[in-house]
């Protein structure tokens, strides 16, 4: 049963809890707020700036947003398209990694975790070829040159690793 198993890493965990000195179990609880703090950070962040983008697609006036900032936005139906999955990739990255850093996905039920995994996987996939499609189409980024390299390279490693 999956709760008798529970109970005994539980108490596993107990019993090495209490050999641990204080001042080491002071430190990983440290460490572990942290990390906590960090990633609420930038989880909050990245899912403000996704709320953004979306209000813009959503509500943004089109003409005068977007195509004032890249103009073959309205010329050809690709770039605005590659944003689109660019966008629907990087949001699905964004709320299936959060769930995944979660140990419940793992010891709850594997096929959760799994799952999970390969739609995160598959938002990789989505993000990195819609941003490519986008920088090749709509005549690259706004930053240049140097952001159409660069962003291209990290889409293109995402879509790799």
């Known amino acids: 049963c999956i709760m008798d198993t529970t109970r005994e890493r539980s108490g596993r965990r107990q019993a090495l809890e209490e050999q641990i000195p204080f001042s080491k179990r002071a430190l990983a609880l440290f460490s572990k707020v942290i990390w906590w703090l960090f990633f609420g950070y930038i989880s909050l962040w990245s899912f403000?700036?996704?709320w953004r983008i979306l209000k813009?697609?959503?509500f943004g006036?089109?003409?005068?947003d977007w195509v004032k900032v890249l103009p073959k936005m309205n010329k050809l139906w690709y770039p605005a398209f590659g944003m689109f999955v660019h966008w629907i990739g990087g949001v699905t990255i964004l709320l299936i990694g959060v769930v995944q850093l979660f140990a419940i996905t793992r010891t709850w039920d594997m096929r959760i975790h799994r799952i999970l995994g390969t739609l995160y996987i598959l938002g990789c996939f989505m993000a990195s070829l819609g941003g490519n499609l986008f920088?090749?189409?709509a005549g690259g980024?706004?930053?240049g040159f140097n952001m159409d390299i660069a962003f291209s390279i990290a889409g293109w490693t995402m879509f790799v690793l």
Request: net charge negative; proline share 0%; hydrophobic share 40%.
């Open 61 to 64: 006036d089109f003409e005068t």
């Open 135 to 137: 920088i090749y189409t």
């Open 48 to 50: 403000l700036f996704s």
């Open 141 to 143: 980024c706004v930053g």
């Open 56 to 58: 813009q697609y959503i």
